[in-house]
């Protein structure tokens, strides 16, 4: 089955403490990208990535880091967690880039306390 | 960068009506126009897109419509029922790299 997995899908944690979502995907997609949901705020672009080892920032990038050392694997790093970083978090693919469909991961739902 | 604004942010409708929800953007260069619905508890999945080319494209119950000149399109659902209540998303993105920009969503409600 065609999916987009990520994990975990709960994370309580506390400030400063680092952790490491992962995304992971099947479909042999180039294109990966984090978002944070907020309410009022709609889906905000943390990083994407065009493909292996090329990776950009999106609109809030500040607190957060990626990589893509594998084509399927995406994971979104907090160094040091701050509450503000409380959110729910989608990780998302599509085949041709920002033009094509995004399929969405299960989300994270993050609380930094 | 690319702005898109969703208009109403919430959107109640009895059962059978229909729903509309707008959105402007900002460059005049985006082409692509997808629109997400997100039920509750739930991840965010394509209903219907369209491309800078096409001015409406239907899809059985929902259209979308777009106005290049005004910057603006829209999301119809015609003979709205239960199921349909969900978060609707639309975005807006200029090339194959490049950001996907999402309103703030709409939250539509079907009362039977």
């Known amino acids: 089955e065609a999916q987009v997995t990520q994990n975990p899908r709960y994370l309580i944690t506390v400030t400063g403490k680092k952790l490491t979502v992962t995304c992971s995907q099947n479909?042999?997609?180039?294109?990966m990208s984090w978002y944070r949901q907020d309410p009022g705020l709609g889906l905000r672009q943390i990083y994407y990535s065009m493909n292996v080892e090329v990776t950009d920032k999106g609109d809030v990038p500040e607190g957060y880091k990626v990589s893509r050392k594998e084509k399927r694997n995406f994971p979104l790093i907090l160094e040091s967690p701050s509450p503000n970083q409380t959110s729910l978090y989608f990780c998302?693919?599509?085949?041709?880039?920002?033009?094509?469909?995004?399929?969405f991961g299960q989300g994270t739902r993050l609380t930094v306390v | 960068g690319e702005n898109v604004e969703q208009h109403p942010s919430t959107l109640s409708v009895q059962e059978g009506d229909s729903a509309v929800i707008k959105c402007t953007y900002s460059?005049?260069?985006?082409?692509?126009f997808p629109w997400y619905k997100q039920e509750l508890g739930k991840r965010p999945q394509l209903i219907i897109d369209?491309?800078?080319?096409?001015g409406e494209k239907k899809d059985q119950r929902i259209a979308v419509t777009l106005n290049k000149t005004a910057k603006h399109f829209s999301l119809h659902i015609t003979e709205t029922q239960p199921e349909d209540s969900a978060v609707y998303f639309c975005?807006?993105?200029?090339?194959?790299?490049?950001?996907?920009?999402f309103g703030a969503g709409t939250q539509v409600v079907v009362t039977p």
């Open positions: 369209i491309r800078s080319n096409v």
């Open positions: 460059d005049s260069a985006s082409n692509y």
């Open positions: 479909m042999n997609h180039e294109y």
């Open positions: 998302a693919s599509s085949a041709g880039g920002g033009n094509t469909e995004a399929f």
């Open positions: 975005a807006a993105t200029l090339d194959s790299w490049g950001k996907l920009q």
